[in-house]
Structure formats: C-alpha cells, structure tokens
C-alpha cells in the first residue's frame, strides 16, 4: 500500500495550490479519502475528507469556501485544491485512507496514511 502526496511548495498568502495523493496497492474506489494537516509545533488537524464515489465532501471549518477535494477513482488519484491561501494554512498536508463511513474527521478511522507534502505560505 502506497500513499504518495505531491505538488507541495511556497506559495504567497493569496495564491492557490493544488496538492494531489496518488494511491497503490489497495482498491482505490473502495475507500473514502482525506486529508488531514500538521503545523509546525501543532498537532496534526482534519482538513477535509471525500467518500468513496465523491458525492459526500465534508471541510473543517476553517476552509471551507476556499479548499475542495476531489478524487478520480480512474486515476486512483485524491486531490486537493487550495485557494485563498493564507499563513495559517502552513504545514504539511497528509493525505489518507479510511473504510469507515462515520467520524471522518478522526485521525484514528484512517488505515493507510502518505508521506505528506510541505505547503508554506508567506505573509
């Protein structure tokens, strides 16, 4: 089981990233997905989370309006498209995968976690 995230970078408060996880060695289409976040000195924080098909999406509030994830199961492939980005919003985006339904937001639903990608947002 693989979870490879990429697209990670700096990035001026404002601007807008997208950062992507490619999956291998599971069925892909059988898990929801989700992306959690740490900062620096931090404990590691939801961040937004997609079911299987991807009908059901579900945020943090704090970015809501401006993060949308979204999946491609032909792919095999979760993303994460970041806009409006602010300094707050510094830190290292995991991505993940889980088979329960429920608690989305838990760390502790998810069995297979990525490596993660850096995302810094200057002032």
């Known amino acids: 089981v693989q979870l490879q995230a990429s697209g990670g970078g700096l990035v001026q408060a404002g601007d807008s990233l997208s950062v992507s996880c490619a999956a291998s060695?599971?069925?892909?289409?059988?898990?929801?997905m989700g992306w959690f976040r740490q900062a620096p000195g931090k404990e590691r924080e939801f961040v937004a989370s997609i079911s299987k098909s991807g009908g059901v999406t579900t945020y943090t509030d704090p970015v809501k309006g401006r993060f949308t994830i979204s999946r491609d199961n032909a792919k095999n492939t979760v993303y994460l498209q970041m806009n409006s980005l602010k300094p707050e919003d510094t830190a290292i985006y995991y991505c993940?995968?889980?088979?329960?339904?429920?608690?989305?937001?838990?760390?502790?639903?998810?069995?297979?976690w990525g490596q993660g990608t850096l995302v810094t947002v200057s002032s």
């Open positions: 993940a995968a889980r088979t329960s339904v429920v608690r989305v937001n838990d760390a502790q639903t998810y069995l297979y």
């Open positions: 060695g599971f069925t892909f289409s059988n898990y929801g």
